[in-house]
């Protein structure tokens, strides 16, 4: 929260996401040794870097280098600013998504995210955040948490539920009607090299 904000105020983005990409080129080429043909990969991004004038440039040079297929590569949008010109940054996601690039909006429900997001851009994925799956139990909670659900199906989009530590809370989220989640209980952050091993 501290680090991302000054890259960005200091015109560094280029450099730092081109080093990310860098690092992400590593996998993609070991990717199907590993048994993950199929996954797609998300890269973090704030919302100020999506109103990047070389925000699209980057990602799509990147997926034409790599020669990626569809749906292979995926940008989640995190709320470290709000996005101040929603046309702009659908434009852009539009032009990334037409390339075969999945949008995912991340820790929605928290920070700046709202429905209007739904609305304007071209999102493929919700992550619901984590602050709601600690809550489950609470009834109004599950009653938000449904209603998300119901968005998500109505606009042909996927949902995930962050923050996933206890089966509880698993089982929870399936019956309220999303049956896939993210967190500990699944897996743990993991460094490439050694998740490789």
Do not use: W
Not at 20 to 31: A, D, G, H, Q, T
Not at 41 to 56: D, G, I, R, W
Not at 92 to 104: C, E, F, P, Y
Request: proline fraction near 4%.
């Amino acid at each position: 929260d501290i680090i991302i904000p000054q890259i960005e105020g200091e015109s560094l983005f280029s450099l730092v996401v081109l080093a990310s990409l860098v690092k992400l080129s590593e996998f993609f080429k070991s990717k199907e040794s590993l048994g993950l043909s199929n996954i797609t990969v998300y890269l973090n991004v704030s919302a100020h870097t999506v109103m990047h004038p070389e925000f699209c440039n980057i990602f799509i040079n990147y997926v034409e280098t790599m020669n990626l297929k569809p749906n292979e590569f995926g940008l989640e949008v995190t709320e470290t600013a709000e996005l101040g010109n929603t046309k702009l940054a659908s434009a852009s996601l539009k032009k990334l998504k037409d390339k075969g690039i999945k949008i995912a909006l991340d820790d929605f429900g928290a920070g700046y995210s709202s429905l209007r997001y739904l609305k304007d851009l071209p999102v493929d994925v919700v992550k619901l955040d984590k602050m709601f799956t600690e809550e489950i139990n609470d009834p109004v909670t599950g009653r938000l948490i449904g209603f998300v659900v119901e968005v998500c199906e109505a606009l042909s989009m996927e949902m995930i539920g962050e923050g996933i530590e206890t089966e509880e809370q698993k089982k929870a989220m399936m019956d309220i009607g999303c049956p896939i989640g993210q967190g500990f209980l699944m897996h743990r952050p993991e460094f490439l090299k050694t998740f490789k091993k």
